[in-house]
């Protein structure tokens, strides 16, 4: 069982790389809508998957590709 801790910032990083996602990385390449779907963060906080759903005419693989790329620019957001 989770602990209402780790909900609230599962819940919290969820909001910040969808805005992140959303507003702030721009590749003109990426012709989808993306949402994250949810997040799962290891009770120490070490580690935080991430997973993410796509709409669009960009095969989802170059979606995650894409968003891959961009990895290091969302972490530091």
């Known amino acids: 069982m989770k602990s209402v801790r780790i909900e609230r ?5 969820q909001k910040a790389i969808s805005y992140i996602i959303d507003n702030e990385v721009r590749d003109p390449q990426i012709d989808a809508m993306i949402s994250v779907s949810s997040v799962e963060t290891t009770p120490d906080l ?8 796509s709409i669009g005419t960009t095969p989802e693989d170059e979606v995650l590709a894409r968003i891959k790329g961009a990895a290091g620019f969302i972490r530091g957001r």
């Open 46 to 53: 070490s580690y935080c998957r991430v997973y993410i759903n």
């Open 9 to 13: 910032i599962n819940s919290e990083i």
